[in-house]
């Protein structure tokens, strides 16, 4: 319907052009009128897109995909999510056929409830399926909903730093200004609590993305912020089947809240998105439930994946201490930082732009030179804060044994080559 307005225009201009000229050897100035004329028309593009089209991720993604490179970059698994959850969506797949159809927009019933259940008792709330939960593509669909929901024009929009680089885009898409904030520390429960009187104080709706709960090691505790006196009610709590079940391909995520925060994001997903994979869900459904049963005992998925993990940290730490790095140890998710300013201070002269962060530089060098991928830290920071944080790249260690053994070879070939 636009698009056919848009020909019809262009239709009426070209017929306004085309009369003065009928009969006439006229077509250099036809073209050079017409030129004119749609050039002065609007601009093709949403001006929310504007200054948003580029994304770091593409230009990285390709360098790695180029050459025999290890990929330490991306955040995704490289091996097989739990048996329960695949035999759950072979059986999704493969059982009630009605499985194939549409179910309820917000999300698949037995979802639902489960995330209900299980959340509920995490956070303290007693939650109800219909109310409390809402059922997205992904946690970035989730992100998205929750954005286009609650940030009006003008608003202000504050992002911790580091941030997950879609924050923000999607906060100037929504008409928000972006107010960034770095990071020092990792948070304690009393950083916790200071945001939350913070929020409070000042009538502030928080949204934390919590992708990462079961991924946390050396005996550390996640803290939901929506736990704390005061939170629940204008807190929206994200998370996803993907990180939770290494099965990030099925993209499906959830926002978990108040009633009074959550309908505004069922207005915004039922206009656009309107419902998620039904297959998908029922398969969640079922690994939630299995995990339900098996909650906080050795069997359990979210007491063996951080144990498993954590070793897969360990490892690469010692790994790229061999060649210099100095890996900062995490508590928690995918990823390890790592500090390069030694690298920075014997290298300073990389190729590339005079104004390019040195990370992104050491980047792409140590994609081409060693073979191995990793991701610039800059990206995740706000543009004047860019040049403060250019000396960290960012390596994930969800990965399978022999993705790690392939990085030893590329850092033991890199340890010979330091050799005099």
């Not at 109800?128 to 989730?142: C, H, S």
């Not at 709960?213 to 996640?222: I, K, M, S």
């Not at 920075?344 to 040195?358: I, Q």
Request: net charge neutral.
């Amino acid at each position: 319907m636009a698009l056919g307005g848009m020909f019809r225009n262009a239709a009426a201009i070209y017929l306004h052009l085309v009369g003065p000229f009928r009969g006439k050897k006229s077509g250099a100035s036809l073209a050079r009128c017409l030129h004119q004329t749609l050039v002065m028309t609007k601009q093709l593009q949403a001006r929310r897109l504007n200054g948003i089209d580029h994304n770091p991720w593409v230009e990285f993604v390709k360098l790695a995909s180029e050459a025999d490179v290890v990929n330490l970059g991306q955040g995704f698994p490289d091996f097989a999510p739990p048996d329960f959850a695949v035999e759950a969506f072979q059986h999704a797949v493969s059982g009630d056929f009605m499985l194939n159809q549409y179910t309820k927009a917000f999300g698949y019933p037995p979802l639902t409830k489960i995330l209900a259940s299980f959340f509920g008792k995490l956070l303290g709330q007693d939650m109800d399926p219909l109310k409390n939960v809402l059922v997205t593509v992904g946690a970035y669909g989730a992100l998205f909903t929750a954005f286009q929901a609650l940030v009006d024009e003008g608003d202000e929009v504050i992002i911790i730093e580091p941030f997950f680089d879609c924050y923000e885009p999607m906060t100037l898409m929504a008409g928000g200004r972006p107010v960034f904030v770095s990071l020092k520390l990792v948070f304690s429960r009393a950083e916790l609590e200071l945001v939350a009187s913070l929020c409070q104080q000042h009538d502030v709706v928080c949204i934390t993305d919590e992708v990462y709960q079961w991924l946390v090691y050396d005996g550390c505790q996640h803290v939901s912020i929506a736990t704390l006196p005061g939170m629940w009610e204008r807190t929206l709590t994200i998370g996803s089947a993907g990180k939770t079940f290494s099965a990030t391909g099925w993209k499906v995520g959830w926002v978990l809240g108040p009633e009074s925060l959550l309908k505004h994001l069922r207005t915004v997903h039922q206009n656009s998105i309107f419902h998620c994979p039904t297959q998908a869900q029922a398969a969640v459904a079922q690994s939630f439930e299995r995990e339900q049963l098996h909650f906080g005992q050795p069997s359990s998925y979210f007491v063996q994946l951080p144990q498993a993990i954590q070793r897969c940290r360990d490892h690469m730490i010692q790994s790229l201490k061999s060649v210099g790095l100095r890996p900062v140890i995490p508590q928690g998710s995918y990823f390890l930082i790592t500090d390069i300013s030694e690298f920075k201070s014997k290298m300073p002269n990389l190729p590339g732009a005079a104004d390019e962060p040195y990370d992104r530089r050491f980047v792409k060098w140590m994609i081409k030179n060693k073979g191995l991928m990793a991701i610039p830290v800059s990206i995740f920071y706000s543009v004047p804060h860019q040049k403060l944080f250019d000396h960290y790249i960012r390596f994930c260690f969800m990965k399978d044994e022999s993705t790690l053994q392939a990085m030893d070879k590329k850092l033991q070939k890199w340890k010979d080559d330091l050799r005099p």
